[in-house]
Structure formats: structure tokens, C-alpha cells
């Protein structure tokens, strides 16, 4: 394989919790006043660390989101998953194949800990996720479509840009792994291939991944 670490992004490539997040989003949005559908908020938001929810809203309304916004949307949607939230269909069996091959990887989300953690545990994806290789948007300041999560990843990881591997199934996502020099393969099972314009290789589902890799 020509990649010594894999980067995986979080929402809607480990787990499922695009649909249950962004149909809380739009729900709330649309409740403070800000009329927004679930395809809206996928279309806008899929991928989108907290900070461009509140930057996008203010640009298009001029008003700003309330400052509880984040507590009550993180609460609700910690509750969607508690109630709802599984694995992406074949997740655990790649990170489960890259564990005994031996092949570095780690997690950059544009979530928060708190998020990817719960979801992993929920999930039971916490088993393949020591501490040390799950980095959020919260430990480099800028979010999704900025290369600085997957730069920041990798140098803890201590592999250079241009030998790693991410994979993303969001147009933000995308855009920052390109930024960041990096490989990037599109995961189209929610986003169409078209959204994900600049990757490196698409795959649809999880089981085709090693394949795509060249593993």
C-alpha cells in the first residue's frame, strides 16, 4: 500500500449520525427562526465544525445564532445518538483489517471529543481508538474546508502530508485534505461523487475501501 497512515473522518464514515444530526440541525434552526430543511442542512453544513453553523447563519440572516446554541444542539443530538446512532455498515471490519496489517490510522473530525467519543462508544468503534489518535477541530482552532486538522493530525501521527491517506465523505472535507497535500478518497453513500469533485478516488461503499486503497 502506498500510504503510511489513514485519516478517517467521523460523521457518516465511521458512524451514521449525518441523518440524525442534521435532521436535529434544520429542526432547530428552523425553530430559532432560521427556515432550514434536512437536505439544506446537508447540503450546507455536512461536515461543517460549530464555528461556520454560527459564521453561515449570521452571514445570511445578520443575526447571530443564541449564545446556548451549541449546549442545546449538542445535547439533543448526544440524545439522538443514545437513541439511534450505529456504525457505518463495514466500518469496524476495515479498522479491524488496517489494525492487523499493521497500517498506522487515526480519526480527524470536525466534531468535538465529547461527540466523537460518545459516538464511538455507543457504536462500540471505541475498541479501535486508543487515545492518542483522535483529533478534533477543537485542538487546531479552524475547522473544514482549513488543511489544518489533517496537518495537525499527521504531525502527531509523524508522517508527512503527502504519505497519508484521508478519507471523507464531505465537500469541506475534501477541499482540506487537497489544502493539506494530502490523498483524499470520497465515500459517496450520502454526498453525490460530483459534491466531492477534487478527490483522489471514490468508493460507495465501506467494504470497497481496502481495494481503493491498494491494500
Not at 488543511?147 to 509523524?158: K, S
Not at 465537500?171 to 454526498?191: E, F, K, N, R
Request: proline residues 5%; hydrophobic residues 40%.
Amino acid at each position: 500500500m502506498g500510504y503510511d497512515l489513514i485519516i478517517f473522518d467521523n460523521d457518516g464514515v465511521l458512524v451514521d449520525s449525518e441523518p440524525i444530526s442534521n435532521t436535529i440541525l434544520a429542526g432547530y434552526l428552523t425553530e430559532l427562526g432560521h427556515p432550514t430543511t434536512y437536505e439544506e442542512s446537508i447540503r450546507d453544513f455536512m461536515g461543517s465544525a460549530m464555528h461556520r453553523i454560527h459564521e453561515l447563519v449570521e452571514e445570511r440572516s445578520g443575526r447571530r445564532l443564541p449564545a446556548e446554541f451549541d449546549q442545546v444542539f449538542n445535547r439533543r443530538v448526544f440524545d439522538g445518538f443514545q437513541r439511534e446512532l450505529e456504525p457505518v455498515a463495514g466500518a469496524a471490519e476495515v479498522l479491524k483489517g488496517l489494525a492487523e496489517a499493521g497500517v498506522p490510522y487515526c480519526v480527524a473530525s470536525s466534531g468535538s471529543h465529547e461527540r466523537i467519543r460518545i459516538g464511538h462508544r455507543k457504536t462500540g468503534l471505541d475498541v479501535w481508538f486508543r487515545d492518542g489518535i483522535v483529533f478534533s477541530s477543537e485542538d487546531v482552532g479552524r475547522g473544514k474546508p482549513s488543511p489544518d486538522l489533517f496537518l495537525h493530525a499527521a504531525a502527531r501521527m509523524g508522517v508527512p502530508p503527502e504519505r497519508c491517506a484521508v478519507v471523507e465523505d464531505s465537500a469541506l472535507g475534501v477541499q482540506a485534505a487537497v489544502a493539506a497535500g494530502m490523498d483524499v478518497y470520497g465515500y459517496t453513500a450520502m454526498m453525490p461523487r460530483e459534491r466531492l469533485a477534487g478527490a483522489t478516488g471514490y468508493f460507495g461503499a465501506m467494504d470497497e475501501l481496502p481495494a481503493t486503497l491498494g491494500m
